[in-house]
């Protein structure tokens, strides 16, 4: 089973953590909760009428929970390096491995310049629809990507762009996270 490491726990962490929890990949976030959610109120989400950014985050930890994400809360990523087989995500508590590691850390880019990643001239991590950057396995979302076009709906949808990527290349094909009413029974 393929282990993910996500880097961040705002949308587009939770996101990408939910859709590759969800389709049976050990995934594990990790979360300082610096989300700019916590200033947020949320009236131009998709399905959400009007929701206090710090309420959502909650029903979204909540969610990730619920489908066996492993969330280490409040542990900071200090550094992630190629190891020979994936990852390995550095925090003070210890080190972890991963086949994938989706970054998620808002405008905070220097884990993707340790890491390697290529930028573009906005300074930005360098990645196409798929969100993989320049290094095999890695893929950045949210803000990171984005010069100042930051919005809670995008950087979830990058995450579960990084995130059904992923789902395809262990798959071995494309790889579509569609529900119908009875998987809710």
């Not at 705002?10 to 989300?35: M, Q, R, W, Y």
């Not at 969610?63 to 550094?79: I, L, M, S």
């Not at 196409?128 to 930051?150: F, I, K, L, P, Q």
């Amino acid at each position: 089973m393929a282990h993910v490491a996500v880097v961040g726990g705002g949308p587009a962490g939770l996101s990408a953590a939910l859709f590759t929890a969800k389709n049976d990949l050990e995934t594990a976030v990790f979360d300082t909760d610096e989300t700019w959610m916590h200033k947020a109120h949320l009236f131009n989400y998709l399905g959400i009428e009007s929701e206090d950014g710090s309420g959502f985050m909650e029903d979204a930890r909540e969610q990730v929970d619920d489908f066996g994400v492993d969330r280490h809360q409040g542990e900071e990523v200090t550094g992630v390096s190629q190891s020979e087989d994936g990852f390995t995500v550095a925090t003070e508590d210890g080190e972890y491995d991963a086949d994938y590691v989706v970054l998620a850390t808002g405008a905070s880019r220097d884990i993707a310049e340790d890491l390697g990643c290529d930028f573009t001239d906005e300074d930005i991590v360098d990645v196409g629809v798929s969100m993989e950057t320049s290094v095999a396995d890695a893929y950045a979302t949210g803000a990171m990507v984005r010069a100042e076009e930051w919005q809670a709906v995008i950087s979830a949808g990058d995450g579960a762009a990084a995130a059904l990527n992923i789902l395809s290349k262990e798959k071995g094909e494309h790889f579509h996270d569609f529900d119908v009413p009875a998987d809710a029974e």
